[in-house]
């Protein structure tokens, strides 16, 4: 009896966590809202789908769901600005058809807030 218990609780939560990681899909209009999971079950990516082609807003987090990277695909092209996050560095990576054309470095220990 114990044994089959085992067996059972076994098969739950491997079921479970294989669920988890597989990605989802979910028309919205005329897109298609796409997330994808880490092996531990964090989310990896979130965006949409245009006509099999990347396109609006993504965002990227690690496996510890901080997100990492932020941007917007446009056809397929990443476009415009993105941000990527590393330690206490955000890049800002400005993308024209899918090209880097300009790239700068914050510091966010610098960054001052302000109150309003």
């Given at each position: 009896m114990k044994t089959a218990i085992l067996f059972l609780a076994v098969m739950f939560s491997v079921s479970i966590n294989a669920q988890a990681t597989e990605p989802t899909f979910e028309k919205v209009g005329k897109v298609?809202?796409?997330t994808y999971?880490?092996?531990n079950g964090e989310?990896?990516?979130t965006g949409y789908f245009?006509?099999?082609e990347l396109h609006g807003q993504w965002f990227m987090y690690?496996?510890?769901g901080k997100k990492?990277?932020?941007g917007k695909y446009v056809e397929g092209k990443k476009s415009g600005k993105w941000f990527f996050w590393e330690d206490e560095i955000l890049k800002e990576?400005?993308?024209v058809a899918n090209r880097m054309v300009n790239v700068k470095n914050w510091n966010q220990s610098e960054v001052v807030s302000v109150d309003k």
């Open positions: 298609v809202k796409a999971f880490h092996e989310i990896a990516q245009l006509n099999n690690n496996t510890d990492i990277a932020s990576v400005d993308f």
